[in-house]
């Protein structure tokens, strides 16, 4: 019926390429399940868990492994107006860069590995940053709105979150992103 759970399993296998950057290059393969349940015609909640793993092609710098957790809860609270959120964690290998000498006395110590990256090299004078693979969890949170326009045609409006840290040495990022999407989906 309506209200029935659902399981989604998924996989996925990409290829990237940096202009800047070989060291970065490799690829990408990820998979994942999920649950979820409408909870009323209006309220849906999904969970899930996945895992990717990224093989660089230079090098041991970009050869990541990550766990992936998240839940999900979309509202409509119009016809054809939907709300959104969820909240992801990510625990295992991240990459860290730093371009002075206090940062990367920090890091140095806990990184599994350490390498010249050039990809910022033009926003410190041509001078490639030092990039540190560190254990690191991050957490992520979205919201967004989704308005259909007809039938397969929709504008989604939404923003992201995300602060990461590392188990140990005290490297961390953080910011936000805004987006606004068209959708066409295909019949």
């Known amino acids: 019926g309506f209200t029935s759970p659902w399981i989604e399993v998924a996989s996925a296998a990409e290829v990237v390429r940096y202009r800047d950057s070989e060291l970065r290059d490799g ?4 998979g994942s399940v999920s649950v ?15 895992l990717d793993e990224r093989e660089g092609k230079e090098g041991a710098l970009y050869d990541l ?9 979309d509202y409509r609270v ?11 964690w990510i625990d295992g290998d991240h990459v860290f860069t730093a371009n002075n000498l206090a940062t990367q006395g920090q890091l140095s110590p806990y990184a599994d590995v350490t ?6 090299a033009d926003a410190f004078g041509g001078t ?27 504008l ?7 602060d990461s ?14 987006r606004i999407g068209y959708l066409y989906r295909f019949r």
């Open 27 to 30: 690829y990408i393969v990820s």
């Open 78 to 88: 119009a016809q054809k107006t939907t709300i959104y959120g969820s909240t992801t």
């Open 115 to 120: 390498a010249l990256d050039p990809a910022f």
């Open 156 to 162: 989604d409006f939404g923003a992201s979150w995300f």
């Open 36 to 50: 979820g349940k409408h909870m009323t015609d209006r309220i849906r909640f999904g969970a899930g868990l996945g």
């Open 128 to 154: 490639p940053v030092t990039a540190y693979r560190m254990e690191a969890n991050t957490l992520l949170f979205e919201v967004g709105v989704n308005i259909p326009i007809t039938g397969n045609q929709a």
């Open 65 to 73: 492994s990550t766990t992936r957790a998240w839940l999900s809860l």
């Open 165 to 178: 840290e590392a188990d140990r040495g005290g490297g961390k990022y953080d910011g936000g992103t805004y």
